[in-house]
Every structure is written in C-alpha cells, then in structure tokens.
C-alpha cells in the first residue's frame, strides 16, 4: 500500500478515534449536566425544608418522575434492561460490596431503635436514589457507552461521572475531605455495580444492592445530614472505595474477555 494511502488510514482512524471519544462524553457530561441543572432548578423553586432527609425525599421523588418520563421516551435500548437477571453469578460478583451493605447494620437497627419515625423517610429516599441513579448510570450512561466503548471505559467513565455526582453533597454543607472520600467511594461502587449489570443483565440486582446500601447507611449514620458531616469516616470510605474500584474493573474486564455480557 503507498505511504499516501497509509496516512490517509491512519487520519481517518484518528479522527475516528476521536469520534468515539466525544460521543463517550457525551454520554458522561449530558446526564451530569442536566442533573446539576435539576439541582439548581431544585433550590430555586422548591419549598424551604429544615430537615435534610425530608428536603432529600422531596428532591428524589420529583427527579423520579423526570426519570421515569426519560424512560418512557428512550425505550429499553438506551435506559438497559428491565427483564430478571440472569443466573446468580453477578451474586458474587458483587464481592465485598455485601460485606460493605451488611457491615453497618448492627448500628441501623439500634439508630431505628432510638428513630422509628424515621425509617419510612430512610427507606423512601433510598428507594428514589437506587432507582434514580441506577436508571442514569447504569442505564443511560453505561448502556451509552457500551454502544461505542470497551467494556472497561465505559465502566470507568460511567463510574466516574457516578463519583461526580456527588459533588452535590458540598452545596449541602458536606465537609469536603468526606465528599472527596465519597467521590472516590462512589467510583467504586459504580464500578461493582456496573461488572453486577453487565454479569446479570439486568438493572435490578444493582437497584436492590444500592437500596440496601443506603438505607442501612443513612440509619446507622441517622441521616443524610448526618452522612455528610462525619469527617473521621473519610479515610476507610475513600480506602474501600479504591477496592471496590479495582473489584469491579477487574470482573467487568473478565466478563467482557469470557464473553459473559448478558447486558
């Protein structure tokens, strides 16, 4: 082949190289942006709540009905799948994340003990945020990703954009070496539960996995208000965070290398 023509190959597969990449942050920036802008929409028009969990409540249950009509519009084929999962791998691979949901629960039933009152907040709010986030990060953003990206970038992209997300917490007042360390935390749980959703094929198992998680989590902290200020948790939060990391980039490149994707 000429030199000419081997230049030419090699523009044309740069420029679509670089196709691919701003299509990936699109899929990254667009759902990050319109959840900001929700955000600050949310501020600006939404009643004045004292109490942080009932403000989250609120927050998450108008964001649902935004969801839930982004669904209805895009269809099964950019917001992933809504079947069962298959089979019971993805139980295991979902790792140290149970050991993680499971740990905290001595403290979540002696906090309920002491706040029944605020279970059905707790459970409301953790039931919003599991479908919300899921739906975005692993429906819209992984699905997106997958359509153009190796397995392994668009879990690390739809993880990170995931961390992002919880920049949010800093305009509530979070103290921010806790919000770095959830940022990171978040990173690696989206990356277990995005290897859980491509193993299992189904957005379920990681809606049930992040609901647990947060409601045994803001009842053995007693509350969102709460979870966002306890600095001396930072460190093992940003540590787990890193494994949980690694764990899920690891599965999903062996998922996607015995050719196991269900999603």
Known sequence: ???????????????DKARIWI????WVVLP????????IAYRAYAPAIAD?????????????VAVAGALVIAGKKLTGAWRMPQGFAWLWIAGPLWLAVFTPIGAALEMIAQQPQKLIVWVGVSLFVAINEEVIFRGFVLKGLLRKSGTVTA??????????????????GGEPVLIGAQIISAMGIGA???????????LWPAIVLHFLADVIGLAALGGYGEAIQTVELAPAVAISGAVFLAWG???AWRISRAGKIAY
Do not use: C, Q
């Open 1 to 15: 082949m000429p030199i000419a023509e081997l230049e030419e190959l090699a523009e044309e597969l740069k420029s």
């Open 23 to 26: 299509f990936d942050l699109t």
């Open 32 to 39: 990050l942006a319109l959840l900001f802008a929700f955000d």
């Open 52 to 64: 942080a969990d009932v403000n989250l409540l609120l927050y998450e249950a108008i964001l649902l």
């Open 155 to 172: 879990v690390l992209l739809s993880s990170f954009a995931f961390g992002l997300l919880h920049l949010l917490n800093l305009l509530e």
């Open 192 to 202: 277990v539960l995005a290897a859980v959703t491509l193993r299992s094929g189904s």
């Open 249 to 251: 980039t690891f599965w």
